[in-house]
């Protein structure tokens, strides 16, 4: 049929919009509805479906690895080994790549060196979230899961135009679930709980 072969996805990883399939680099791009559907939540599940990307923590910290460049030093005054990018603002400190995805466009792993257009603290790699952005039509989605643990994940946006030209999207979350260990004798012991909420307002 007319619509066989591979969609279309555009990607920054040269500071510049182009097809994924011009750019003479190694990325992994990930559709937001890919994340989605896969219940890619946020960067930990992110390695289950990008080939060569491993992700461990340390606490509060993510770890990533890319073709086996990782960072050990998780301390305040260390620098990663992989960048770390919200809508093309660089997130310095590790404990900071780990918030939620939510209403996201896409996902671009960039694998190996990338100092030539990023700068230092790229030698394995960078990992690049991009938001979605507001648009001139009236626009509005929520989904939601219910799981074990008494998970329960509720997730929207609403997209308004103002003028032409002028548009102002809101997005927001909420997700948690009951500890997948618990403390017999304190509360605050058990772990594996999550309980989280997001909103983000762009114009």
């Known amino acids: 049929s007319e619509d066989a072969g ?20 190694s990325i992994t791009a990930v559709t937001g509805a890919e994340l989605r559907e896969n219940d890619i939540r946020d960067i930990t599940r992110l390695e289950q479906y990008v080939p060569g990307l491993r992700i461990a923590r340390s606490g509060a910290a993510a770890r990533p690895a890319i073709r086996g460049v990782f960072t050990e030093a998780i301390q305040a005054n260390s620098d990663p080994r992989i960048g770390f990018y919200i809508d093309e603002i660089y997130q310095s400190r590790l404990q900071q790549t780990t918030g939620a995805f939510v209403d996201l466009e896409r996902v671009e792993v960039q694998k190996g060196p990338q100092g030539t257009l990023f700068g230092r603290n790229s030698l394995g790699g960078n990992i690049a979230l991009t938001s ?40 927001g979350a909420l997700d948690r679930h009951d500890p997948q260990l618990k403390s017999l004798v304190d509360d605050r012991a058990s772990i594996g709980d999550l309980d989280y909420q997001f909103v983000r307002g762009s114009l």
């Open 6 to 25: 591979i969609a279309d996805i555009v990607v920054t990883a040269q500071r510049r919009e182009e097809n994924l399939q011009d750019i003479p680099l």
């Open 132 to 171: 979605a952005a507001p648009r001139d039509e009236f626009d509005f989605g929520i989904a939601g899961i219910y799981g074990n643990y008494d998970r329960t994940k509720l997730e929207g946006f609403v997209n308004v135009p103002v003028s032409e030209g002028v548009a102002f999207r809101l997005a």
